[in-house]
């Protein structure tokens, strides 16, 4: 069964600072993984996944995530935040194994931005 | 290309009631999949669609089913509506060719049950 981690309920940074969002998964095969921000009453919007190839993988909005298998960690990074980056991001994995599995989501991880 | 449509946007149905959300995907999508959104559980797969079939479903109660149409466009409702039902209900639609595909979302639907 797959499943997917996000340790911290809430990060806190400074505008200007870099940002790590935290993500750890389990499959049984090699992983899909994808992150996606909620901004309040909207849906998920998708910001960039990891398929296979490069471990670093640049997305939308100045984003990127990197890939370590040994880890089993896919973390959200972002060298410089800023207000508007204050969402709820959700790390999500499909496994290559089960066939047109379902997304499994982590439980998300509010992010705060302080001018 | 017009994102992901969810109709209606915010519901508020009694206890005992039905409800049908609906969802448009994106152009060229034949996968749609929803999923339930509440402040104590996350994000909950129900169920998801591919050219008119159930191929895959959640661990939620028989009130809940679904349904796609031909164009792709799908349906969910909910019967007896209990308290516990109140969420932020969420439909993704994607290609549908395999693991690594993308799915975008809606804006969702808000349900409350009162």
């Known amino acids: 069964a797959q499943s997917v981690a996000q340790p911290e309920d809430q990060v806190n940074v400074a505008e200007g600072n870099p940002l790590t969002v935290k993500c750890t998964y389990s499959?049984?095969?090699?992983?899909?993984l994808f992150w996606y921000v909620q901004y309040p009453n909207r849906g998920l919007q998708f910001l960039l996944k990891?398929?296979?190839?490069?471990?670093l993988v640049k997305g939308s909005y100045g984003f990127e995530a990197e890939f370590n298998k040994s880890q089993t960690s896919f973390h959200l990074k972002k060298p410089s935040a800023l207000v508007s980056d204050s969402a709820l991001y959700f790390c999500?994995?499909?496994?290559?194994?089960?066939?047109?599995?379902?997304?499994?989501f982590g439980a998300g991880t509010q992010v705060v931005v302080t001018p | 290309k017009a994102g992901v449509t969810q109709t209606p946007r915010y519901l508020i149905k009694t206890r005992g009631q039905q409800v049908t959300l609906s969802c448009s995907p994106i152009?060229?999508?034949?996968?749609v999949s929803w999923y339930q959104q509440t402040p104590g559980q996350g994000l909950q797969f129900l169920f998801e669609?591919?050219?008119?079939?159930?191929?895959n479903k959640g661990n939620f109660p028989g009130r809940f089913s679904g349904r796609q149409f031909s164009n792709s466009r799908s349906e969910m409702n909910v019967s007896t509506l209990e308290l516990g039902d109140s969420a932020l209900y969420l439909c993704?639609?994607?290609?549908?060719?395999?693991?690594?595909?993308?799915?975008?979302f809606g804006p969702g639907t808000r349900l409350t049950v009162l």
């Open positions: 152009s060229g999508h034949r996968s």
């Open positions: 993704a639609s994607s290609l549908g060719q395999g693991e690594t595909d993308t799915q975008y």
């Open positions: 999500a994995v499909r496994d290559e194994t089960d066939s047109w599995g379902k997304f499994q």
């Open positions: 990891y398929i296979t190839g490069d471990n």
């Open positions: 669609y591919f050219s008119e079939t159930q191929r």
């Open positions: 499959v049984s095969g090699n992983p899909y």
